[in-house]
């Protein structure tokens, strides 16, 4: 089976744009998470979603969004970019066999805003 | 608030050397507990994880993890680092319903020749 796989690796923005990142789960897995990842932060937990709803959100503004789609693909926006949101952006998915389950990562999008 | 605590930001041990990694929780009931590595320029790979029964839990790369409630302790061991296992480390809980987890700021592995 394919991993999680995201798009783009890399993007470069300035502050004040918006972006979309996307992540594409393990065939079969219903269960996509979101985490930002920084030095000084690690890594904290943005939103899961699972069947195309939002089942559990982290401390985040507002500007940082996300969906999923019918075949489990999901997306995250974060619009008015600010330099602070220069992180790697982690995509998880997994099974959800109704309990917390094993998730497995993707090699994440480095976002960097200028 | 539940919180993962890795108190040691750095560790650097020589190749051969035994290895214990600390990683703390603090939750209102016994969480899910998992150990992440990620190597540079790569997403995390789960190592090992504990949801119940024996608090002695064996992993890949001949990890393995004792979980131990008095303490509120996940700690992550082995007996014998390789060069390979240079990396950074990371304890993750989780409440259990749902997926969102919660991860320690993660603890950097040098090993030196």
């Known amino acids: 089976k394919a991993g999680v796989t995201q798009t783009p690796r890399y993007l470069i923005k300035t502050r004040g744009q918006q972006v979309t990142l996307s992540c594409s789960p393990i065939?079969?897995?219903?269960?996509v998470s979101w985490y930002q990842q920084t030095p000084g932060q690690g890594l904290q937990f943005l939103f899961e979603?699972?069947?195309?709803?939002?089942?559990n959100k982290g401390n985040f503004p507002g500007r940082f969004s996300g969906r999923q789609f019918s075949n489990s693909r999901s997306e995250m926006n974060v619009s008015t970019l600010e330099l602070g949101d220069s992180a790697l952006y982690l995509c998880a998915s997994s099974l959800d066999r109704g309990l917390a389950d094993t998730q497995y990562f993707g090699p994440g999008t480095r976002l960097t805003v200028l | 608030a539940q919180s993962v605590t890795q108190p040691d930001i750095h560790i650097t041990v020589s190749e051969g050397a035994s290895l214990e990694l600390r990683c703390n929780y603090s939750y209102g009931a016994t969480p899910y507990l998992f150990w992440y590595v990620q190597s540079p320029g790569q997403g995390l790979q789960l190592l090992l994880k504990?949801?119940?029964?024996?608090?002695l839990v064996q992993g890949i790369k001949g990890f393995e993890a004792e979980f131990k409630r008095s303490q509120s302790s996940f700690n992550l061991r082995k007996p014998s680092v390789h060069w390979s296992d240079a990396a950074e480390y990371f304890c993750a809980a989780s409440p259990g319903t749902g997926n969102q987890f919660y991860f320690g700021t993660g603890t950097s592995l040098t090993v030196i020749p």
């Open positions: 979603y699972f069947s195309e709803t939002q089942r």
């Open positions: 065939s079969g897995h219903r269960s």
């Open positions: 504990y949801f119940s029964g024996d608090t």
